[in-house]
Each structure stands twice: as C-alpha cells, then as structure tokens.
C-alpha cells in the first residue's frame, strides 16, 4: 500500500523510521514530568525491577549496546538515580532510594506513552502492532546476527 504523500511509504526502513520518530515525540512528552528521557526512565524502571542486574544484561533486556548502557548508567549514577557495586569479577547495578522514589512516577509515564498511541489505534490494534513489530525485531536481529558469523 503506497501513498502518494509520501513516496518511500512501501520501504520499511523507511517507514520504521518515520514510525520511531512519531513514538519519540510521544514518549519525550509522556515521560517529560519525570524529568527524565524515556531510555533513562525505562533503564530505571528495569533496575527497580532487578536490583543487583548486570550491564550486560541491562544491554540485553534495553536491546542496546553494552557501551551505551555504560554511558547511561553513567549518567544516571552521576544524578543520583544508580549505584554500580563491583562484586568478584562483575558489577552489578542498584537503584538508589532516589531512583525507587521516581519509579510510581515513571509508571505512570508509561501508562500515559499507551493511552496516547492507543488512543487513535485502538488498544486491540496497538497491542498487535506493539506484538508484531517485537516479533518483527526479534526475527531481523537474529537474521542479522547470523549473516555475521
């Protein structure tokens, strides 16, 4: 289905691009009353979850790379929201009561992110598409991770 507005609309790239761009603004304003970005919100939302994780695999689970995760973790324990704990040969990441504190917060943020893409999608259609791009990913990853070795 190609539009006419926009003549790249049958390309993928393109479109997933255009699409990334869209949910940026959204999240940007979703999570602006918490004062943080939405990959900083969600990096915290996942340490509160597992206190004690590793950066690799925060790096994982954020399906980012390791040497960004550092940098975010970085910048998150530099304004007071983590604290990383060397232990043996690993380090693990804890939130700190700070970044507990902001957590109700940031759920609530992301509660919102939903409603606003939800609203003219349609909660049904936006868990489908939310399933199938993931899924979409998932695949692409492992195929380009594949060509690699």
Known sequence: MKSKSLPFSDCLYYTANVLSRVMTRMADDAFASTGLTSSYAFLLMLVNASPGIQPLEISREMMLKPSTITRFIEKMEYRGFLQRKPEGRSTKVYPTQKAVEINADIQKAWERLFGKY????????????????????????????????
């Open 118 to 149: 939800a609203s003219p999608l349609g909660t049904p259609e936006a868990n489908g598409l939310i399933k199938n791009v993931f899924e979409a990913s998932q695949k692409l990853e492992a195929y380009v991770h594949d060509q690699k070795n």
